[in-house]
């Protein structure tokens, strides 16, 4: 079992950045690929970055590609979400989820864990 806690949402300008944290609970963290969604009210849930189990391969959505950088530590059990030159259409809802694939994918239906959302506001 994994149990994902996320962290560090808020509302923030245009340009601005921030730093989303998530926080695993389980000895098997380290065999699960990892990756951030988001959504919106009233949108489907969107993919945004993932990461490999041993954080060696990266995969981004293009929305996220320049902008957004994701990685891990598993020596802390925690995986992040950079978030830099924000702008109004990141406003959403984050979340992180995890994946028994070793290699993380875009795909909502190949995660298994899911956290709780931390909110992200960007103000235009």
């Known amino acids: 079992q994994v149990q994902l806690v996320e962290s560090g949402g808020g509302l923030v300008q245009v340009g601005g950045s921030l730093r989303l944290s998530c926080a695993a609970s389980g000895r098997t963290f380290t065999n699960y690929a990892m990756g951030w969604f988001r959504q919106a009210p009233g949108k489907e849930r969107e993919f945004v970055a993932a990461i490999s189990w041993s954080g060696g391969s990266t995969y981004d959505a293009d929305s996220a590609k320049g902008r957004f950088t994701i990685s891990r530590d598993n020596a802390k059990n925690t995986v992040y979400l950079q978030m830099n030159s924000l702008k109004p259409e990141d406003t959403a809802v984050y979340y992180c989820?995890?994946?028994?694939?070793?290699?993380?994918?875009?795909?909502?239906?190949?995660?298994?864990?899911w956290g709780q959302g931390t909110q992200v506001t960007v103000s235009s």
């Open positions: 989820a995890a994946s028994r694939l070793r290699v993380g994918t875009p795909r909502v239906d190949d995660y298994n864990y």
